[in-house]
């Protein structure tokens, strides 16, 4: 079975640039959840879907950054303008409901360089 | 959701049983005890949960005391594509994964 397909792995631009991040959840999963790891802060998350519609977006940095998820097989996370201290790797990971007894599957990200 | 701790990091014989502890004395009665590692450059990968009883599958075992207030992850024979951060994640099944900093277990040959 696919896994959590991220794109593009890695992204090198310029600040100020505007940068988008692509996820495609696994088929099925109803749950999608934004991630942003740096040594500094670990791993945090940033926002998340269930059935494309965002629940909760209280760890989005700050309003530069956006989430949309125009169906239940696409999301984008959107950088506008792009600042150096966005550097990170971002995950993308999703998850059949909530409920204890239900994992998060996560893709293997996309390390975001802002020069 | 409750706190985990765990040390930072440990070593562990190729071939030999890894034991990673877990410290979550404020889990709560409907809290998971959830296990993922990281190996360098991947997303986490999801290992195993449990609620009260022991779980096995095919990547590892879980260990979870009577109290519930710790417990511990078992790869039984390690080997050298083990070697990751190991995390520990006390969570009632909602979105908020706490991922803190986790234990890096190096496996030596």
């Known amino acids: 079975d696919a896994g959590v397909i991220q794109s593009p792995r890695h992204e090198v631009t310029e600040m100020g640039q505007e940068v988008t991040l692509r996820c495609k959840p696994i088929?099925?999963?109803?749950?999608l959840f934004w991630y942003r790891q740096t040594m500094m802060r670990g791993l945090e998350l940033l926002i998340y879907f269930n059935n494309n519609v965002p629940i909760d977006d209280s760890g989005m940095p700050e309003d530069r950054f956006s989430a949309k998820m125009p169906n239940a097989s696409f999301s984008t996370l959107k950088i506008q303008p792009s600042e150096p201290r966005d550097s990170a790797v971002y995950f993308c990971a999703s998850s059949l409901g909530t409920g204890g007894w239900q994992p998060q599957h996560f893709g293997d990200g996309t390390r975001l360089s802002i020069l | 959701d409750a706190k985990t701790t765990q040390p930072p990091s440990m070593d562990c014989a190729e071939g030999r049983a890894a034991n990673l502890p877990c410290n979550h004395s404020t889990i709560s009665g409907n809290e998971y005890v959830y296990w993922y590692r990281q190996i360098h450059s991947q997303g986490p990968q999801y290992i195993i949960h449990g609620l009260k009883n022991n779980e096995t599958n095919e990547m590892a075992s879980l260990i979870i005391t009577e109290d519930r207030k710790s417990s511990t992850l078992i790869l039984p024979h390690a080997t050298l594509r083990d070697t990751a951060v190991y995390y520990c994640?006390?969570?009632?099944?909602?979105?908020?994964?706490?991922f803190g900093t986790g234990t890096r277990l190096k496996v030596l040959a």
């Open positions: 994640i006390a969570t009632s099944g909602t979105y908020k994964y706490i």
């Open positions: 088929s099925g999963h109803d749950y």
